[in-house]
């Protein structure tokens, strides 16, 4: 790695008339590459009665080509030491793979293979169902999972976010093989896909290789981007509980809504929610529950980022019985966040390590490809990387206790949880 | 390209025994700083179970230069990030951080090797917090069920015990135990320094003895345990519990990771259950579709998933297969499929194509890792503290030099059925197929 940031001048950034993008960061030094990207289709176009639709076809294409039968596809992969995975999101499908960098058109051709010709047998139809229903089974028994699914179907209400990307066993065991065969005709296509590699191999020549693969990808059928329905917050506090028995501790998310990513707001939250709950040994609320009351091993805010709505929340695991003080504690934390300002040590403080951090997220291929797929997404300039230090540098204390107060609304909060019943 | 894992690598001991690995890399201004306590699980006393690990905890709460939050901040002011891991063989601490501050971290490091203060409140408060951490796991079937069948592979040998300890033990352990353990293991005597990054050795060489050449090693009173060859012949262990997916687990002896089985019985590991990553920190993994137990368990209806893991240790430990079973499925059923899998790989030797595709795998994840700086340095004190250094320098070509034969002997040594630990976690809210 070299050791300038990744900017216009040294990121290859191109489209193809197949409405494909492709960025490109050389790494000359490590032997391997790492890419990864996203394309269309997304949770938010399975229709109400067929929740998981999306990600069920996206496990299907994994399984076999009109060419290449499951044991041949990953005897291809796993023989050269490579590796490669796709996953339904609600917006789109994300795509990840590693290889040494002599196999890279080797793996972009497969992946061109089971994205345009999965063979969708009944036989692997059948087992992949089985599996979906297995991993449905075994989140329906983990708290941190009831507890998400609890919390985002509070929050998100009737919006499509409010449903789990893999759907629910009902929904699962109805859907039809040539169901997940439509859809992917439908849906699955050039238009959208974003790649981003970096690693041991010249951008000119990943060009090339992505002109002779995904570059010549066509697909008439595709259908336009799904539109996001408008989002509506709650307009009162809600607490919900999900009981499971034989559990020893209980999981537990407070939240709101989060500002847009792309936004000043967000910038500004992102170093508010580090001194709430990740500076240091998990920032404020660290100090209060873990480090003082001792009530939590683990406890951290996290500020959600995407396209669509997102939501700024705090999760803990806590004994049962030391629930409901967790969460005065939290609320009193959230009172102060939004009562008064950060001090100028606090805000000194998680400056210098966003900025310090910066080098350290280029450490690997992986780190820089997610960082490109990030400007492309959210739409930044290749320059990203340099102009965040003077934003950063500019945020203050009196602007993240106005974004605490317009966002941690705490008349509004979604408090969820699971574990041992209340 | 060969990945040389012995370019610009530096070794020195000091007057005091800290021993000290200086590995160059210029690629990012970044060094990854770590230090490897031989202390673990392994050397605990029934009774006191969890020690090292709450020790580690306590290593993160002061000393009379350093506050807790001194701590925390010296590390995240500048944009690093740092932890500490406990297992059966050691306890080691890492920061990895902006190279400019590489001085800060050998400070503290230096410092909290003698001078923690184990303050009685933070004791206490702590207690809660590892209890918490243990319930969290106990949340999970596959924990119990682990911890059940870890239990039952060893006699008395101390990789019985779970690294964070047993509830009643955590109720029980007070400060001065911990306190005991921190001073006794915790000397320079009984640890590896590990500087991986954008250094200059000699300069770092001079301010670790600056740092750390005064610090005196004092005789220590370790617990070594005796090695267990063998397991109980054909122990099962049987849970019932809520939830409504099965878990399969099975526990065979592997060898200690210095004997020359080792490397054979990786192969034999790669082929059945996929290949292991040797890293600590995500830089590429290789999935196991195309290992005998995918196909035979997976593709056929058997399970939902299958993964293995043979740990490196010190003494002769475990090689655990974990079978994830439909809520329909039957684990009995599965364990028949292992059988019949073990009994191939235990019949006729594999093709030399076989293990050419192992040794692939095993280079393509140390190439996706050797860009990590924090996985350079983790390496260097990991193979350390099990073996040496050229354990893991030597890696690929240890793994070429394995033949059939030995993969088949090997396989015949270990994967026996009368010495096997086989664990069953049948969920009580499904319906067990026939």
Known sequence: MNNSMPDSSTILRETWNNGTTLLAYPNLTSPAVYFTGYMQPGSIADPDEMHGLASFTTDMLMTGTKHLNFQQLHDKIESIGASLSLSTGHLSTTFFGQCLREDLETIWS?????????????????????????????????????ASQAFNSALYGSHPYAHPEIGYAQTVSGIRLEQL????ANHYGPNGLVMAVCGGIEPEVAREIFSRTLGTWQNNTQSPPETLPPFTPPVSSIRSHVALEGKNQSDLIIGVPAPKTVSRDYQVCSIGNSILGQYGMMGRIGKVVREKAGLAYEVSSH?????????????????????????????????????????????????????????????????????????????????????????????????????????????????ASAGKAL | MPINLNHNLHQFQLKNGLRVMLKEIHTAPVTSTWIWYGIGSRNELPGK?????????????????????????????????????????????????????????????????????????????ERTVILSEREGSENYPEFRLDEAVQLHS???????????????????ITRDDLYQHYRNYYQPANAILCIAGDISPHTVLEEVENLFGGIQSVPMNR????????LNQGDLVEMEGPGEAHYLEIAWRCPAASDPDFFAYTIIESLLSGPSSLNMFGSGSINNRTSRFYQALVEEDYAASVFGDLSANIDPGVYKVFATIQPDGNPGAALKIIDEQIHQITSSELSIREIERAIKQARALFAYSSENITNQGFWMGYASSFADYQWVAE????????????????????????????????ASNTQEGS
């Open chain 2, 49 to 125: 179970t969890g020690l090292s690990h709450w020790v580690e905890h306590m290593q993160f709460k002061g000393t009379r230069k350093y506050t807790g939050e001194d701590i925390d901040n010296l590390v995240s002011r500048v944009g690093g990030y740092a932890n500490a891991f406990t297992s059966s063989d050691w306890t080691t601490y890492f920061e990895t951080m902006p190279s400019a501050h590489l001085h800060a971290t050998l400070e503290l490091e230096a410092d909290r090797m003698v001078n923690s203060l184990f303050d009685p409140e933070e004791v206490e408060t």
């Open chain 2, 395 to 426: 890696y690929l070509t240890r793994l070429s030099s394995v033949t059939p034969r030995q993969v088949l002997k090997t396989a015949q040594k270990y994967l026996r059925e009368d010495q096997r630990v086989v664990g069953v976690y049948r």
């Open chain 1, 303 to 415: 500020l959600g980022a995407g396209i669509g709505p997102t939501a700024w929340t705090i999760v803990a695991g806590v004994n049962p019985d030391n629930l409901e003080k967790a969460i005065a504690l939290l609320k009193q934390e959230l009172v102060r966040f939004c009562s008064e300002p950060v001090t100028e040590q606090e805000l000194q403080d998680v400056k210098t390590q966003a900025m310090g951090r910066l080098p350290l997220s280029l450490e690997t291929n992986a780190g820089i490809a997610s960082i490109l797929v990030s400007i492309e997404r959210y739409g930044y300039s290749l320059d990203h990387l340099h102009q965040l230090p003077s934003i950063i540098e500019s945020i203050t204390a009196e602007e993240i206790l106005a974004s605490a107060r317009r966002y941690w609304d705490l008349e509004k909060l979604v408090i």
């Open chain 1, 110 to 146: 497969l992946l061109v293979e089971v994205i345009q010709e999965p063979a969708f047998t009944e036989k692997q139809f059948k087992r992949v169902r089985n599996q979906i229903l297995t991993s449905i089974a075994i989140q329906n028994q983990d708290t941190a999972e009831m």
């Open chain 2, 223 to 230: 617990s070594i345990p005796t090695p267990e060859k063998t």
């Open chain 1, 181 to 184: 065969e439509s859809f992917h």
């Open chain 2, 154 to 172: 060893f006699q008395s040998h101390p990789y019985r015990n779970e690294v964070l300890g047993s509830k009643e033990d955590l109720i029980g």
